[in-house]
């Protein structure tokens, strides 16, 4: 069965961090871009940072720029997010999702898997 569970999250106070991890099974996730997306109340999902097959070629939205570092260990089949300096706007339930770079903006890729989502709450 193929499937994508997402770790991590929790509650945190502002400027904490956080650590994200997104561990795939019956497929090879090296074998897929990813994207950490997130949705907050009300509000659309967005991609958040992506990082392709290889790892070689990360990207970000503005908001998270500094602050939130995607990685991968395709030996472990797992993609992390390291979030750090965390505002109460990064409050959202957070997904990873496995699929095809685009040679587009953000989220420069087409999803074909998800996870369930964990939600993240950035408040004191």
């Known amino acids: 069965q193929l499937q994508l569970v997402e770790s991590g999250g929790g509650l945190v106070q502002p400027g904490g961090s956080l650590r994200l991890s997104c561990a795939a099974s019956?497929?090879?996730?090296?074998?897929?871009?990813i994207n950490w997306f997130r949705q907050a109340p009300g509000k659309e999902r967005e991609g958040v940072a992506y990082?392709?097959?290889?790892?070689?070629?990360?990207d970000y939205i503005d908001s998270v720029k500094g602050r939130f570092t995607i990685s991968r260990d395709n030996a472990k089949n797992t993609v992390y997010l390291q979030m750090n300096s965390l505002k109460p706007e990064d409050t959202a339930v957070y997904y990873c999702?496995?699929?095809?770079?685009?040679?587009?903006?953000?989220?420069?890729?087409?999803?074909?898997?998800w996870g369930q989502g964990t939600q993240v709450t950035v408040s004191s």
């Open positions: 999702a496995a699929g095809v770079s685009t040679f587009q903006a953000m989220p420069r890729m087409r999803p074909l898997y």
């Open positions: 019956g497929f090879t996730l090296g074998d897929y871009a």
């Open positions: 990082i392709s097959k290889s790892g070689g070629s990360t």
